[in-house]
């Protein structure tokens, strides 16, 4: 596997585990899209997963999405199971940040959490799970200060809609606010799905 130093001395800038599933497949497209088009062409990052054959699929396919052969020989595979903590804790020194698409979170997220704390990643999820979250906050919290290491959750579609229109009708309301309910219309083709979400800010 080539070795690059980033500016931390770690291999990679960004770590995309669970690249295999159905969200970590389009964010590794997004990834490669950005990283190719944007200013951020020397962000070095890998993918990671179960499954090597799995990974080799995934870069395959986004080679082709964006007609870019070069991902498949370019981007580097990491394998690691959230059910074998040396693999995570080799993941993880690796990496300046994992952004961590694997779920349910409930039963896989805190391995990936304590795997990052412990070595120095910060860690970035895409759970809609308020369970896993606020355990996460109240379990991995100091340690994460004492470390230097942010975990920011809920980073995706699903979420950030709905904290930010929280956050905009609790400053706008006049009075206490202490639950939101929201409500989200989408059209694709000939379907209409709606979409029903419930925040309580309490
Ligand atoms: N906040 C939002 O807006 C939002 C949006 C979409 C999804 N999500 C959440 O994101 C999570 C993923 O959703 P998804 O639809 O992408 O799920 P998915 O298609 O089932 O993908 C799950 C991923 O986790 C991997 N995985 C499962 N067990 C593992 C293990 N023991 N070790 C390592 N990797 C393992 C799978 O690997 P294999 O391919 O090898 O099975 C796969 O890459 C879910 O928790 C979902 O609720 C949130």
């Given amino acids: ?27 590794v497209e997004e990834v490669a899209r950005t990283v190719s088009e944007g200013p951020n062409g ?23 999405v964006l007609s870019k052969p070069e991902l498949r020989t370019e981007v580097d595979m990491i394998v690691a199971d959230v059910g074998e903590p040396d693999s995570l804790a080799a993941m993880c020194k690796q990496a300046v940040i994992v952004l961590n698409c694997v779920g349910p979170y409930r039963f896989f997220g805190e391995q990936v959490v304590r795997a990052c704390v412990e070595n120095g990643a910060h860690h970035i999820d895409i759970s809609g799970e308020p369970q896993f979250l606020e355990g996460t906050q109240l379990n991995y919290s100091s340690q994460a200060a004492e470390k230097a290491v942010f975990i920011i959750g809920s980073c995706g579609f699903d979420s950030i809609p709905a904290d930010m229109g929280v956050l905009y009708t609790r400053d706008q309301f006049r009075g206490t606010l202490t639950a939101v309910e929201s409500f989200l219309t989408f059209s694709s083709g000939p379907e209409v799905c709606h979409y029903i979400t419930h925040k309580s800010i309490n």
């Fill in 42 to 64: 020397n962000l070095k990052w890998a993918v990671a997963g179960r499954s090597k054959q799995k990974l080799e699929k995934v870069l395959e396919q986004a080679a082709g």
């Fill in 1 to 27: 596997m080539a070795r690059v130093e980033t500016s931390s001395n770690r291999p990679y800038h960004l770590v995309i585990f669970g690249a295999s599933g159905f969200t970590g497949q389009f964010v």
